[in-house]
């Protein structure tokens, strides 16, 4: 993918026209009303979707991603920036490498999107701590406060993230149109907080207008709190209807309608984050959550919600949502993927929801009388009351939006009505959990539309005609009707359609069916190419804008942009093999993907129609030459720990006062990410006969112990609570884990050593903000042996990686040395297959990769056979840690690695650390590459 982007870049350079039209330098005032925000004055329907530029280490690909977000006819991109991703201790911040959000920000205006900044400081996001570093644990003041510790400690990162994003602003000619201030925050209501941040933007530059997304029944600072100290300018609301229940997913609003509210008169309506996808907190896998939150249900509810709330302002969580490598997850509802059911995948493939968001995106672009609407009392009725319409007009135009829904939400059935609407008795039908937006009284280009029961998708001038292209469920009844001055003449170019003039009204009756096509000319007005499509058809189809106007492309599998030079239109696009054609302006005779001619052919539409090109085929190479080596060296009495840190505190700041001292609270030594090693130093009495360990290593997390070498056996750590009820505090107790000292083993009068690996499996979030949730330890918490005195010493991770960040490492043996990186020399190694013995084995292999260029090939690591619970892999990619796999950690077996951190023409080593808890015949495998795709890019 990187050279496949230089090509781009190399293309672009000598074209010399900017392959996506970016925001001019100039700078534009944001304003809004009850309506819309406006840009410049000119009202926009701001459409956005979520990415976590912290869930996608490559910073070349967040081009590919944020490019494939305008293409589905987004026009903003949501960011949450973490503060945890930046800062591995208080006073130290990194914003280089995969953290340059400058980078980022930069490549959002290029892609031609607008942002809506969320620094937080707190951002939950299923993130571990929800964007709150670890050392936040261990700063005096509660978190999400006004509290002395915590303010400082915030107000450090607003300084080091703000003065970036303020000199993103679309106030300054870059993509940033909203600021948000923290996240769903409703309980911990300290308004001198939310004031504050509001007070450090400001004073940090931002000028744009300032949002923040709530959330939950009850007060809350878009209704409560609307005035006074911590109210913001625009506040949103956040609306999951359909819940996360994956293993379910023809489950229909189980949380709700989904309406997001007008929260006051002053102010647009704003869906904060709207649900376009899931957390899998069932382990069903996100295919299921793809499913619960697929078409289906993207067309009742995002409709639903567009005419019933009139809302503007839409961001649809997530756009994609990518990868919780590291130890990025927050641990008690995700696992590695984060992939969350998304429209783009997290191999960044498109799927049917990118298509629905399309149809949908094109529509709210291009019908600009969307922006202003007032609700219509009486709106068109249906003569079937399984059917219900509501209605919206724009007040200056006419122009009607009206919804025809089923009146039991939750029908499965397909129902037809007849409706008397602008003067024309036409027929509708809704299909089960489905619905449609139907306009009337628009001027649409040159045309007027009395009024059509297909949906628009889009229209443009494009060669001195009108273009439109309106879409129906496959074999539905279709109506549109056109005024003219005079009778127009009607040419049906394809499919089957018929047509009647009466009275200045041209009606077309039809059958949703493939793709009709119909030529109207005459009557008055400019020409009009009617294309008639199916969702499906639909769903084909491309629109970009050129310096010579805009391009409809249908066809290939994405049309990144395009630009007109002289008689030729050049496509950015991604293909397999297949057809495309060209609507483009008038000069254009030639059509180029890339710098490829296509051989293209003028259709009777007026159109180019020619072939895309498959991508070559790709082999990958199989994973062979594995070798292993075990390490676990801690647990051996005679180790060396004398340069470990002495855990001797006897206080904490931690809200959970310890059970036992001293305090082993991982965090509170500055160990804050993945494992941690104990190893405790105690003479014997001889009388001791079991050693009680509580650890806290957050859900799937386990704890190991030896004593003396020997090792004694495993156990689950604790977790944050789960009652099920959200609101109540975690409880910090796991219970003890008792193990039995063997006979014989315990060397009275003598040094003794217990060693124990305790996972970290990342931080609670503090979503209730009550911080004690947050703040739990993670690593012991109490430790005894029959009450002997204990010196301890702790070992986390030796500093931090500063390329791949404070997320990337724990404290296991071979990290501290090094054996994830590529260039360890592991020729030493047996080849691997042996037997696993408690403890750490590490397996190694490296593969050469020679992908070809100008292709897009998603490359994954695959684990086949059966999960095993007596073991765990984290698995490192040249030395990045893109994610766990086990059989408690979660169902996920195929690891996505992404170009960047893959070598896709170069040699790359997978390192994999196997934590046995039990005896096993043997490791992970077998161990496969797979590709989630393949398409051509030029
Ligand atoms: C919201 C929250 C997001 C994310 C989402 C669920 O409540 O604001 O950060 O956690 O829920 O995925």
Not at 592 to 608: F, P, W
Request: aromatic share 10%.
């Amino acid at each position: 993918m990187r050279r496949l982007l230089s090509v781009l870049l190399a293309m672009l350079l000598t074209w010399a026209v900017p392959v996506v039209p970016a925001h001019a330098r100039t700078a534009h005032e944001v304003t809004y009303d009850r309506y819309s925000l406006m840009v410049d004055g000119r009202r926009i329907v701001l459409q956005s979707a979520e990415f976590h530029y912290f869930r996608l280490p490559s910073p070349e690909l967040w081009r590919d991603v944020l490019e494939k977000v305008k293409a589905a006819g987004f026009n903003a991109v949501s960011l949450y920036f973490s503060w945890a991703y930046h800062s591995p201790k208080q006073g130290v911040y990194d914003f280089a490498g995969v953290r340059d959000v400058d980078r980022l920000l930069r490549t959002a205006s290029q892609a031609g999107l607008y942002v809506i900044a969320r620094p937080g400081p707190y951002i939950n996001a299923e993130s571990s701590g929800g964007g709150l570093p670890a050392w936040v644990k261990t700063v005096p003041g509660r978190a999400r406060s006004s509290e002395a510790g915590y303010q400082a400690a915030y107000r450090e990162w607003l300084h080091r993230i703000n003065p970036i994003i303020a000199r993103h602003q679309v106030t300054d000619g870059g993509p940033v149109i909203l600021y948000n201030a923290e996240n769903e925050y409703q309980v911990n209501t300290d308004a001198a907080y939310m004031q504050d941040i509001q007070d450090q933007a400001r004073a940090d530059g931002i000028d744009v207008p300032i949002t923040t997304n709530d959330c939950c029944d009850g007060g809350s600072w878009s209704s409560t709190w609307a005035t006074g100290p911590g109210a913001v300018q625009i506040p949103g609301i956040d609306d999951y209807p359909q819940s996360f229940e994956c293993a379910t997913p023809d489950v229909w609003g189980p949380w709700g309608e989904g309406l997001t509210e007008r929260l006051r008169d002053d102010i647009p309506v704003f869906a904060a984050e709207y649900q376009a996808g899931a957390i899998d907190l069932g382990n069903a896998g996100y295919e299921k959550c793809r499913e619960l939150t697929g078409p289906a249900f993207m067309k009742f509810f995002y409709k639903n919600n567009l005419v019933t709330t009139g809302a503007t302002m839409f961001s649809y969580y997530m756009g994609y949502g990518g990868t919780n490598w590291g130890w990025l997850a927050q641990p008690n509802d995700v696992y590695t993927s984060y992939d969350y059911g998304a429209a783009i995948t997290e191999a960044r493939r498109l799927t049917p929801k990118y298509a629905e968001f399309k149809r949908q995106g094109y529509f709210l672009q291009a019908v600009a009388p969307l922006a202003k609407t007032d609700p219509v009392a009486t709106p068109p009725a249906p003569d079937n009351p399984a059917l219900t319409t509501v209605a919206r007009a724009n007040p200056d135009t006419g122009t009607q939006f009206v919804l025809v829904r089923h009146t039991d939400r939750a029908a499965t059935t397909t129902d037809s009505a007849t409706v008397d609407w602008a003067g024309h008795r036409v027929p509708v039908q809704v299909k089960g959990r489905d619905a449609h937006v139907l306009v009337a009284g628009y001027d649409l280009g040159g045309q007027r539309l009395v009024l059509s029961t297909s949906e628009i998708m889009t229209h443009a001038a494009i060669g001195g005609r009108d273009v439109a292209l309106l879409y129906g469920t496959s074999g539905s009844p279709g109506a549109t009707v056109l005024r003219y001055a005079s009778q127009p003449s009607v040419t049906v170019l394809d499919g089957s359609v018929t047509s009647a003039y009466a009275n200045g009204d041209l009606r077309l009756d039809y059958t949703h069916d493939g793709l009709a096509r119909v030529l109207v000319t005459g009557g008055g007005r400019r020409p009009l190419l009617l294309l008639l499509g199916t969702d499906e058809e639909a769903g084909t189809f491309w629109r970009a804008d050129t310096d010579s106007g805009p391009v409809l492309v249908r066809g290939t599998e994405l049309v990144r942009s395009a630009s007109v030079r002289g008689d030729t239109v050049r496509l950015a696009a991604d293909t397999v093999a297949g057809e495309v054609e060209v609507f483009a302006p008038g000069q254009v005779r030639r059509v180029q993907i890339g710098t490829h001619d296509v051989a293209a052919a003028r259709t009777k539409s007026g159109s180019l129609l020619g072939a895309t090109r498959a991508p070559g085929a790709v082999r990958l190479p199989e994973l062979t030459s594995w070798r292993a080596r075990a390490e676990s060296p801690e647990a051996q009495p005679g180790f060396d720990d004398s340069r470990w840190t002495a855990a001797d505190r006897t206080t904490t700041t931690s809200p959970h006062p310890p059970k036992t001292l001293p305090v082993l609270y991982a965090d509170d030594y500055g160990y804050h990410y993945g494992n941690v090693w104990y190893r405790g130093h105690f003479t014997a009495t001889g009388a001791e006969t079991t050693i009680d360990l509580n650890a806290i290593t957050g859900r799937r997390g386990n704890y190991l112990v030896w004593l003396n070498g020997r090792y004694l056996g495993s156990a689950a750590g604790g977790v944050q609570a789960d009652s099920g009820d959200q609101w109540t505090p975690p409880n910090p107790d796991p219970g003890p884990g008792h193990f039995a000292i063997p006979s014989g083993l315990l060397k009275p009068g003598a040094g003794n050593v217990i060693a124990v690996l305790v996972a970290n499996m990342g931080h609670n979030d503090d979503w209730i903000a009550d911080d004690l949730r947050f703040k739990q330890p993670r690593g012991l918490v109490a430790a005894s042996v029959g009450g002997t005195p204990i010196t301890w010493k702790i070992q986390g991770a030796a500093g931090t990686d500063p390329v791949r960040g404070p997320l990337n490492n724990g404290g296991l043996y071979g990290e501290r040395t090094g054996w994830h990186l590529p260039a360890y020399a592991d020729k030493s190694w047996k080849n691997a297959g042996g037997p696993l013995a408690p403890g750490v084995t590490w397996h190694r292999t490296a593969f050469r990769l020679d992908l070809p260029d100008g292709q897009d090939v998603p490359v994954g690591l695959r684990f086949g056979g059966e999960q095993s619970p007596a073991y765990r892999v984290m698995i490192f990619l040249n030395g990045w840690n893109v994610g766990q796999y086990g059989g408690d950690i979660g169902p996920q077996k195929d690891f996505y690695l992404p170009a960047g951190l893959l070598k896709e023409q170069g040699t790359n080593t997978i390192a994999l650390a196997v934590t046995a808890e039990q005896a096993a015949p043997a490791g992970p495998g077998p161990i496969s590459l797979f590709a989630y795709g393949n398409v051509r890019v030029d």
